[in-house]
């Protein structure tokens, strides 16, 4: 499977706000978007161009693949699987983006990145309702627990985490116990909830043409 091995801080600068994709380091004064909050390349200081209807809906798209790190044909099927779905189809979308695997344990706190926690799930750290996935889509569903395996529990990337999260709290439709290494999925998330930056309707506007 292709992977994204480029430079992650571009992705912000080309998108024009902060993706936190590289977890604390957003945080401090290393973050390359404050040094340089400009598109990439040659040309990125003076590019202004007004954007189409079509290149606003292309960008927030764009966005929102980024943001949780998928490519594009894995976030098209996602897309199919939401027009399927009973609701409103960009809200299922985002419902569907966020019940990822690799999303609850980084929303949980026991990695600093979503593309940090899709990792430790393919190396088979978590388990959900005590069996072992390591399969980063996995979708999860209200009443299930995620937890970290018992021999996984002293990674210093999962601690480190942890403790680096403490006091900022986890979204309403998750409950963490940092006791059991776990967490639960208390229901589906809600729109309000989900709190990401993205118009959801500019993307089911694009794929709908």
Not at 86 to 93: A, R, S, Y
Not at 174 to 200: H, K, M, Q, Y
Request: with cysteine; charged share 30%.
């Amino acid at each position: 499977m292709a992977v994204y091995h480029d430079a992650r801080c571009r992705l912000c600068r080309r998108e024009g706000m902060k993706l936190f994709l590289k977890g604390s380091r957003c945080f401090t004064d290393k973050c390359a978007f404050e040094k340089r909050g400009y598109a990439p390349g040659e040309h990125g200081k003076s590019r202004r161009a007004k954007e189409t209807n079509y290149g606003q809906q292309l960008r927030e798209k764009q966005k929102a693949r980024r943001i949780y790190g998928l490519l594009e044909r894995q976030f098209r099927h996602t897309f199919a699987k939401a027009i399927e779905t009973k609701g409103v189809t960009g809200e299922v979308l985002l419902q569907m983006l966020e019940r990822r695997l690799d999303n609850v344990v980084f929303r949980l706190g026991f990695a600093p990145s979503r593309s940090a926690a899709r990792q430790l799930v393919r190396h088979r750290h978590f388990a959900v309702n005590g069996r072992t996935v390591d399969i980063p889509s996995f979708q999860v569903r209200a009443g299930d627990e995620v937890q970290v395996r018992e021999k996984s529990r002293d990674l210093v990337v999962i601690k480190s985490s942890l403790d680096a999260r403490k006091g900022q709290g986890v979204p309403d439709w998750v409950d963490l116990n940092t006791d059991r290494f776990s967490g639960r999925i208390l229901n589906i998330p809600t729109r309000a909830s989900i709190g990401v930056p993205i118009n959801e309707q500019l993307i089911v506007e694009l794929y709908s043409k």
